[in-house]
């Protein structure tokens, strides 16, 4: 094999957090297995971990709220009441894509101006907009920020129905709808991506909280985490469980009220030693597969990295998964023509294949996503102009072909048809 | 020497023409509009007496004047969900669709699949062209599906 290939086989990305807690995985305790595993990969170019055990936690927003705005001065904001929350996580080792769908009561005899923040945490990236009014669905666009604000303002002040998603500088999304006609519900539906944190041996996926009223909330979670999963913890809630295989199961949740609380669904892996999950998938528009990354186990025992060498893999850039322990998102290049076998596992090696049927589609928004962290990151440090702006113009480029919410970039979505 | 100095004027002077076409073809040239014009069209596709239950197109404005702003689903259940839509396509004034359907209930016949919302901030007349990627039944056989766009 190529020397090269092998050289970058493995990248994992080492960031041991100053604020990291003592807890198994800590900074101390990371040492001699970036040590261990520096002699197991021999002519690696670099071998990075991601570990944030203990670091603080994120909150979700514990309740969104959907306020209408009226232009007549002096007018007060109106809550909407929620009358309905589904919500659809789906889990791929240490990724998570979650659904979220609000509908709204809309007891307004005119229309109305609404401004909404979204439930999601900060650090997700935003995937997908969908919002329904009076029976039509339509599904918003990923345009440049400036452009969709300019789009949006124009088809407001023309009197059409326009939504609009953006990250705020405090790292929270902001929806405003304009000219919602007169109907009786609104519906909301958002997709994210999100890392899934690990703190000791669990796994930890929170969810957007409802209020606690009597409204219908249905909640399902599909969870495959590339390794035998040991038990679950759901706190109060009474999740039923279906184990469809060892690493996989389906939890699900139907209530007649909200939770208060974010719900949190927890999941314990064996840890007797290391070992990986390697999610591929292809690219839709044919070009290079991505793969997902996970690794689970006691840090400082040895692992066998060996177990990826035939697959090639090579990844583009060294990427990591934020909040996230040991989790690795990448481009797969193969120096052959043939296409190579991903699927199967190997129960003797440490690292297990799977194809990602399920979020195929993810895995090169995340990607996307972390690059686009990554060059955030530097423009931050850039003091050149017009080395920012260069920076800008490729998390500009890289979120346009992804279709997903940046810094710079926004979801718009204009009705051409609606008339106030 | 001189045939050679009117063969390169020539050649610069067509040039010049070709660049000055391009741009007003393409748009370059075109007048900014006081207030942006939005617009919808209607996407049908007719697969005569089969089933149609997966489907993938593409429509691309040649006057590069058109940007998409919505995807709206379809009249038939099978489709009311709106079509995903490749964003890589956007940057050059091409909307490529793709939907399924995996239950039994897919429509026959002529439907509309998607109305696709649009906003046009130069002067000119958009020139949309609708093509059929692909089509196929809740068997995966692929149909000879017609695909047909209208204001």
């Not at chain 1, 101390?28 to 055990?53: C, M």
């Not at chain 1, 309905?84 to 005119?110: K, M, N, T, W, Y």
């Not at chain 2, 901030?121 to 995966?140: I, M, N």
Request: aromatic share 6%; glycine share 8%; charged share 25%.
């Amino acid at each position: 094999m190529n020397q090269r290939v092998r050289a970058v086989l493995c990248s994992v990305v080492l960031l041991a957090a100053a604020s990291c807690e003592s807890v198994p995985g800590s900074q101390t305790e990371l040492e001699p297995f970036v040590q261990q595993n520096r002699a197991l990969a021999g002519g690696w170019d670099e071998l990075w971990i991601v570990s944030r055990q203990g670091a603080p936690r994120q909150d979700h927003r514990a309740d969104s709220r959907l306020l209408a705005t009226s232009t007549a001065p002096g007018a007060k904001d109106v809550e909407l009441e929620l009358t309905r929350v589904d919500i659809r996580a789906d889990v791929l080792g240490r990724l998570g894509s979650v659904r979220v769908r609000q509908v709204f009561a809309v007891p307004f005899e005119h229309a109305v101006d609404l401004a909404y923040e979204l439930a999601i945490p900060e650090d997700a990236a935003v995937t997908d907009l969908l919002v329904r009014v009076g029976g039509r669905r339509i599904r918003a666009v990923v345009r440049e920020r400036d452009e969709a604000e300019r789009l949006y303002h124009a088809a407001r002040a023309r009197g059409l129905l326009a939504t609009l998603v953006t990250r705020q500088p405090s790292g929270r999304f902001l929806q405003r709808i304009g000219t919602v006609p007169r109907c009786n519900s609104i519906e909301v539906e958002v997709e994210y991506l999100n890392g899934v944190p690990w703190t000791g041996d669990w796994c930890e996926l929170d969810l957007p909280a409802a209020p606690r009223r009597p409204i219908p909330v249905n909640v399902t979670a599909d969870i495959e985490a590339g390794v035998p999963i040991e038990e679950f913890d759901t706190g109060e809630q009474p999740f039923s469980i279906n184990r469809a295989a060892p690493g996989r199961a389906e939890l699900s949740l139907s209530r007649a009220t909200g939770f208060a609380k974010p719900c949190r669904i927890r999941w314990r892996v064996s840890v007797a030693k290391p070992h990986g999950a390697l999610f591929v998938c292809r690219d839709a528009a044919g070009g290079d597969p991505y793969f997902l990354l996970t690794v689970y186990g006691p840090v400082g025992a040895k692992t066998d990295w060996q177990g990826l060498a035939p697959y090639d893999v090579r990844p583009e850039r060294a990427t990591r998964m934020p909040s996230t322990a040991v989790a690795m998102v990448g481009r797969l290049r193969h120096p052959g023509k043939s296409a190579p076998r991903f699927v199967g596992s190997n129960p003797s090696r440490s690292i297990t294949v799977l194809r990602a049927e399920r979020l195929g589609k993810a895995l090169p928004q995340a990607w996307a996503w972390l690059q686009i962290s990554g060059l955030a990151e530097r423009s931050n440090t850039e003091s050149e102009p017009r080395r920012v702006e260069a920076l800008l113009q490729e998390m500009r480029e890289t979120a346009l072909a992804h279709g997903l919410i940046s810094y710079v970039t926004s979801f718009v979505m204009i009705d051409a048809r609606s008339r106030r | 020497m001189k045939r050679r100095n009117r063969a390169l004027e020539l050649a610069g002077l067509a040039l010049v023409v070709a660049m000055c076409l391009s741009y007003v073809l393409f748009g370059g040239g075109r007048a900014v509009l006081a207030q942006p014009a939005f617009y919808a069209i209607d996407v049908f596709i007719d697969s005569d007496d089969a089933p149609l239950a997966a489907w993938q197109i593409e429509v691309s404005d040649r006057a590069g004047l058109a940007l998409l702003t919505g995807v709206e689903g379809g009249e038939h259940g099978a489709f009311a969900e709106p079509a995903h839509y490749d964003p890589r396509a956007l940057k050059n004034h091409r909307v490529v669709l793709l939907a399924y359907h995996l239950g039994e209930d897919c429509p026959v016949g002529r439907t509309r699949v998607a109305t696709l919302h649009f906003v046009q901030e130069r002067a000119g007349k958009p020139s949309f062209k609708a093509r059929l990627v692909t089509a196929a039944g809740p068997d995966g056989r692929v149909l000879a599906a017609r695909v047909e766009i209208q204001p």
